[in-house]
Nanobody, 120 residues
Framework: QVQLVESGGGLVQPGGSLRLSCAAS????????MGWYRQAPGKGRELVAN???????NYADSVKGRFTISRDNAKNTVYLQMNSLKPEDTAVYYC??????????????WGQGTQVTVSS
């Protein structure tokens, strides 16, 4: 089994910054991709950013130029640096991992979610 543990959420003023972390642990053979999704009240879950095994990254248009996803392969950890935060970034942020536990077993894993609130 694989666990994803997030940290780094909180309350920040508009224009401020936060950094989210997500550490994967457990039976990990290969990490195909890790990323961040968010869900605001009354809305569906949307992709914020992800990074695949090659190092390529993808971002939602709404966060391009403000958010940066990165990873530390030695720690099986992915980070989301969020700058120039806006009230509309307020949401629960979920870490996602596309991870193989063995050559034959590949699953999608989710963290418990961390609240990000942007408000003055």
């Amino acid at each position: 089994q694989v666990q994803l543990v997030e940290s780094g959420g909180g309350l920040v003023q508009p224009g401020g910054s936060l950094r989210l972390s997500c550490a994967a642990s457990g039976r990990i053979f290969i990490i195909n991709a890790m990323g961040w999704y968010r869900q605001a009240p009354g809305k569906g879950r949307e992709l914020v950013a992800n990074i695949i095994s090659s190092g390529s990254t993808n971002y939602a248009d709404s966060v391009k130029g403000r958010f940066t996803i990165s990873r530390d392969n030695a720690k099986n950890t992915v980070y989301l640096q969020m700058n120039s935060l806006k009230p509309e970034d307020t949401a629960v942020y979920y870490c996602n991992g596309d991870i193989r536990s063995s050559f034959y077993v590949r699953n999608d894993y989710w963290g418990q979610g961390t609240q990000v609130t942007v408000s003055s």
